[in-house]
């Protein structure tokens, strides 16, 4: 069975910096393009940021470009997000998904919270 | 960007009830090149991570119950569960894959 297991979240002060990670199992973790999605509390659903299977393609929303970074381990079958600069609006869980264009499978997510 | 309304924002019915709910794209979501409209939606029930529901608008995601159907073309589209059934409480979001991606604000439905 597909599994994204995701970690890495908590507190963190405003202008703070985070790393995320997304374990993946079950599936040929290097064969596929990957995503974090977010959603803030309460809020709906708002994409962060993509890279395809062998990392040549990346895209971030204008929310965080400049701010995170997206990158894959693809021998450890890990995705991770680098967050830096963070604000409160920032604060959300965090999920990843697997996909190109679709997420059809998403991780139980990783709460950030940043505030002071 | 191409932005996504839904409507209602929620809604409640009763078991056995058919629910159909709205999601309009600011542009059109209609690919020329392979008549392909990339819309998908996705459920959310509370307290668990989006599912996949209905892709290229109205193709079922595998392991679907058949109540759950997408429609619509262009910038206009439709979920529609024929039967409301009480495990189907959830959010609702529409989502856009043609240009970047985008997810509609979410319908929420509640069971009576």
């Known amino acids: 069975d597909v599994q994204l297991v995701e970690s890495g979240g908590g507190l963190v002060q405003p202008g703070g910096s985070r790393k995320l990670s997304c374990a993946a199992s079950?599936?040929?973790?290097?064969?596929?393009?990957m995503h974090w999605v977010r959603q803030a509390p309460e809020k709906g659903l708002e994409w962060v940021a993509y890279?395809?299977?062998?990392?040549?393609?990346?895209y971030y929303a204008d929310t965080v470009k400049g701010r995170f970074t997206i990158s894959r381990d693809n021998p450890k079958n890990t995705l991770f997000l680098q967050m830096t600069s963070l604000r409160s609006e920032d604060t959300a869980m965090y999920y990843c998904?697997?996909?190109?264009?679709?997420?059809?499978?998403w991780g139980q997510g990783t709460l950030v919270t940043v505030s002071a | 960007n191409i932005m996504m309304t839904q409507s209602p924002s929620s809604l409640a019915v009763s078991a056995g009830e058919k629910v159909t709910m709205s999601c309009k794209s600011s542009?059109?979501?209609?690919?020329?090149?392979?008549?392909?409209?990339?819309l998908a939606w996705y459920q959310q029930k509370p307290g668990q991570s989006p599912k996949l529901l209905i892709y290229?608008?109205?193709t079922r995601e595998s392991g679907v119950p058949d109540r759950f159907t997408g429609s619509g073309s262009g910038t206009d589209f439709t979920l529609t569960i024929s039967s409301v059934q009480a495990e189907d409480l959830a959010v609702y979001y529409c989502?856009?894959?043609?240009?970047?991606?985008?997810f509609g604000s979410g319908t929420k439905l509640e069971i009576k």
């Open positions: 890279i395809s299977s062998g990392s040549s393609t990346i």
């Open positions: 079950g599936f040929t973790f290097s064969s596929f393009g």
């Open positions: 998904a697997r996909g190109e264009v679709l997420f059809a499978y």
């Open positions: 542009q059109s979501v209609l690919y020329s090149s392979n008549q392909k409209n990339y």
């Open positions: 989502h856009q894959y043609l240009s970047s991606f985008t």
């Open positions: 290229w608008a109205s």
